[in-house]
């Protein structure tokens, strides 16, 4: 018998009567590997979600923006992704380095769509990988688990306005975060980023980043 369902999963299904819909489902859509289709569709994104578990049992989930390709198919049960830099608190790193277990959220807002993949995740911070992302710090590698589509009925259809300033690029300089301006941290910022202050325009209190966050200019 699979192990795909808990037995919580199989109750409700018992009571709403899909018990049969849905172990049907999982034999037609769980892979335990990657297909032509679901790579095309992965490396065509520039942003997922994904999901570690903390020491306390909670889960993670987490935004991750790049360029397109952010996430590459080295094999048919691998991938690996980019950690660029972040606000230090290393979250989904630290999560991944407790606990292996992850999940991606891969969607299209403007085609609706959507793949999941489950996995065992490990960090590398001297990856080749490194030097085909400018500005990356490590490299996440997955070891896949499960890769299934859901139906996309309830994504509502989105158009992408502009690529974040912030992502790396390859010969270009990338803007430094407007949150390393707020006087309350300055003490506690890495030395790298002592000069970010300054070279942005000087300290800001932590209500006027609020206002440049809501004004879409954090």
């Not at 335990?32 to 942003?47: A, C, L, M």
Request: aromatic share 10%; with cysteine; net charge negative.
């Amino acid at each position: 018998m699979s192990a795909f369902y808990s037995l919580e999963q199989q109750q409700l299904q018992d009571f709403h009567d899909t018990r049969k819909l849905a172990e049907r489902l999982e034999q037609i859509i769980v892979e335990n590997k990657v297909s032509e289709q679901h790579q095309f569709f992965i490396e065509s994104r520039d942003f997922f979600f994904l999901t570690t578990i903390d020491h306390r049992g909670y889960p993670s989930c987490s935004y991750k923006g790049g360029n397109h390709g952010l996430v590459k198919v080295i094999d048919s049960q691998t991938l690996a992704f980019p950690s660029y830099d972040g606000n230090g608190m290393f979250l989904s790193m630290g999560n991944i380095q407790g606990n292996a277990k992850i999940g991606m959220l891969f969607i299209d807002f403007e085609n609706p769509h959507r793949v999941r993949v489950h996995g065992d995740a490990s960090i590398e911070i001297d990856d080749e990988l490194l030097a085909e992302y400018p500005g990356a710090e490590m490299i996440v590698r997955v070891k896949i688990s499960e890769v299934f589509i859901n139906c996309p009925r309830y994504i509502h259809r989105m158009n992408k306005l502009d690529t974040s300033k912030y992502v790396p690029k390859e010969g270009e300089e990338t803007p430094a975060a407007q949150w390393k301006r707020i006087d309350a941290l300055q003490d506690a910022l890495p030395a790298c980023d002592l000069h970010i202050a300054e070279s942005l325009g000087g300290v800001i209190t932590p209500e006027e980043y609020g206002a440049m966050v809501v004004e879409g200019k954090g």
